[in-house]
């Protein structure tokens, strides 16, 4: 059976690196969110740490880590600047695009030295404005402005999520282009994740070739049919698995961070409109925090389960066995509908840190604000509708199909074959 690669000595060296550059990275996170991206310092600097390589293959140098140990690394980013959790985050779950794009394309991404996170992905769901046409050797495109290119700014390719329409219907191709045919606008104005750089993008000319085998139909690349030349079960592991349960670990370190600033911050604080002189003493204090662990300690074990099974499916399709149909489409779907809970009861766990803090915990140069905001942004991800994703998953519940609709985390491509 193929292993991943990590083992607890590099999971637990790479931990402690994120540890130690964590005081920085909220250091210089009011100064980013200005900025609105990171600087070429900060992902030196997260790069020296190993963060940018726990999903990239063994076979070129990367860590290949679990599912289950990278939650653990993208929560210990986030729980000091949620922008850096994110651009983790996003470094590590696109990896499953690149992988399943063919050998040649993984050679490429993986093949050369970089700094920085290898792949970015953008506008891979129906709303796409890109446009790629068939031609002789390769791919026309043409459209755009792709949206929401987090990790673009630092990325040596980028995936541009594309429709095209051979005469049978569109579909969605996935063209792995370099960062030297693209430009990035400058319209990251948003109320959370504001380091993240998360820019729409162009490309460079008013149309551009790619190479055939840089376009894949997106269905290859979530069906994982084209041989990558990767040997580890992190290769075989559920897509939506992959990218939701880190996902959700994102989320999870930024409660932290804000539970641990919240502590650090109240002892020997007064409570406003009382008598208690130390917040830490005070037993509404005491019943907001075990809210908050609890609401935290919840998202965290569900996460942790969700990631620990996608390890495993990943390890049964390795070893040659099938997975029944039913069954990853139950997993797919609760796995959705759980990280939209994760993300929303961090979030309300941020905001009681953030209700009792006082008025100063509005200053930009307080890291609870930050933490209020983007745990929220997280929730307004286009994935994690959770109204959505409940009822999807309450009508597979009840025996029925969830809703049929496109993109990468569409559920009906696992239903069982109707007689």
Same mark, same amino acid.
């Given at each position: 059976?193929?292993?991943?690669?990590?083992?607890?000595?590099?999971?637990?060296?790479?931990?402690?690196?994120?540890?130690?550059?964590?005081?920085?990275?909220?250091?210089?996170?009011?100064?980013?969110?200005?900025?609105?991206?990171?600087?070429?310092?900060?992902?030196?600097?997260?790069?020296?740490?190993?963060?940018?390589?726990?999903?990239?293959?063994?076979?070129?140098?990367?860590?290949?880590?679990?599912?289950?140990?990278?939650?653990?690394?993208?929560?210990?980013?986030?729980?000091?600047?949620?922008?850096?959790?994110?651009?983790?985050?996003?470094?590590?779950?696109?990896?499953?695009?690149?992988?399943?794009?063919?050998?040649?394309?993984?050679?490429?991404?993986?093949?050369?030295?970089?700094?920085?996170?290898?792949?970015?992905?953008?506008?891979?769901?129906?709303?796409?404005?890109?446009?790629?046409?068939?031609?002789?050797?390769?791919? @026309?495109?043409?459209?755009?402005?792709?949206?929401?290119?987090?990790?673009?700014?630092?990325?040596?390719?980028?995936? @541009?999520?594309?429709?095209?329409?051979?005469?049978?219907?569109?579909?969605?191709?996935? @063209?792995?282009?370099?960062?030297?045919?693209?430009?990035?606008?400058?319209?990251?104005?948003?109320?959370?994740?504001?380091?993240?750089?998360?820019?729409?993008?162009?490309?460079?000319?008013?149309?551009?070739?790619?190479?055939?085998?840089?376009?894949?139909?997106?269905?290859?690349?979530?069906?994982?049919?084209?041989?990558?030349?990767?040997?580890?079960?992190?290769?075989?592991?559920?897509?939506?698995?992959?990218?939701?349960?880190?996902?959700?670990?994102?989320?999870?370190?930024?409660?932290?961070?804000?539970?641990?600033?919240?502590?650090?911050?109240?002892?020997?604080?007064?409570?406003?409109?009382?008598?208690?002189?130390?917040?830490?003493?005070?037993? %509404?204090?005491?019943? %907001?925090?075990?809210?908050?662990?609890?609401?935290?300690?919840?998202?965290?074990?569900?996460?942790?389960?969700?990631?620990?099974?996608?390890?495993?499916?990943?390890?049964?399709?390795?070893?040659?066995?099938?997975?029944?149909?039913?069954?990853?489409?139950?997993?797919?779907?609760?796995?959705?509908?759980?990280?939209?809970?994760?993300?929303?009861?961090?979030?309300?766990?941020?905001?009681?840190?953030?209700?009792?803090?006082?008025?100063?915990?509005? %200053?930009?140069?307080?890291?609870?604000?930050?933490?209020?905001?983007?745990?929220?942004?997280?929730?307004?991800?286009?994935? @994690?509708?959770?109204?959505?994703?409940?009822?999807?998953?309450?009508?597979?519940?009840?025996?029925?199909?969830?809703?049929?609709?496109?993109?990468?985390?569409?559920?009906?491509?696992?239903?069982?074959?109707?007689?």
């Amino acid at each position: 059976m193929a292993e991943n690669h990590g083992t607890s000595e590099e999971v637990a060296t790479l931990l402690q690196r994120v540890d130690a550059l964590g005081p920085t990275l909220r250091e210089r996170a009011l100064e980013a969110e200005r900025a609105g991206r990171h600087s070429d310092e900060t992902i030196a600097d997260l790069d020296a740490t190993g963060v940018f390589d726990i999903g990239s293959p063994a076979e070129f140098g990367g860590l290949e880590l679990s599912v289950r140990e990278q939650l653990d690394v993208v929560a210990a980013v986030s729980k000091w600047d949620g922008s850096a959790g994110w651009t983790v985050w996003a470094g590590a779950s696109t990896n499953w695009i690149t992988a399943g794009s063919g050998a040649r394309v993984v050679e490429e991404v993986y093949g050369a030295d970089w700094v920085g996170p290898r792949v970015a992905g953008s506008s891979h769901f129906p709303a796409s404005r890109g446009r790629a046409k068939r031609v002789d050797g390769g791919w @026309l495109v043409t459209g755009g402005p792709w949206t929401f290119g987090s990790d673009a700014l630092w990325a040596p390719f980028t995936n @541009l999520g594309c429709i095209s329409d051979d005469g049978d219907g569109p579909y969605l191709v996935g @063209l792995q282009v370099p960062r030297s045919e693209l430009r990035f606008l400058d319209d990251w104005q948003v109320a959370g994740m504001r380091a993240t750089g998360s820019v729409s993008i162009t490309l460079a000319q008013d149309e551009l070739f790619v190479p055939d085998y840089r376009g894949v139909d997106f269905r290859d690349v979530v069906g994982g049919t084209l041989d990558n030349g990767l040997k580890g079960s992190l290769w075989k592991a559920p897509s939506l698995g992959w990218a939701f349960s880190l996902m959700a670990g994102m989320s999870i370190g930024i409660a932290q961070g804000a539970l641990d600033r919240f502590l650090e911050r109240s002892a020997g604080r007064p409570v406003r409109g009382t008598t208690y002189k130390n917040q830490l003493e005070a037993p %509404m204090t005491h019943l %907001m925090l075990s809210e908050v662990h609890s609401k935290l300690r919840s998202a965290t074990l569900m996460t942790r389960a969700n990631a620990d099974e996608t390890d495993r499916i990943g390890a049964l399709v390795a070893a040659g066995e099938e997975l029944d149909p039913q069954y990853m489409q139950n997993f797919s779907a609760r796995v959705l509908v759980e990280t939209a809970y994760a993300a929303k009861w961090c979030a309300e766990a941020i905001e009681l840190l953030q209700r009792n803090s006082g008025s100063t915990a509005i %200053m930009d140069s307080e890291p609870i604000q930050r933490s209020w905001r983007d745990a929220r942004v997280i929730t307004l991800h286009g994935a @994690l509708n959770l109204e959505a994703l409940s009822e999807n998953y309450g009508r597979l519940m009840a025996g029925a199909q969830p809703h049929k609709f496109a993109g990468i985390s569409t559920l009906d491509r696992f239903a069982p074959a109707r007689p």
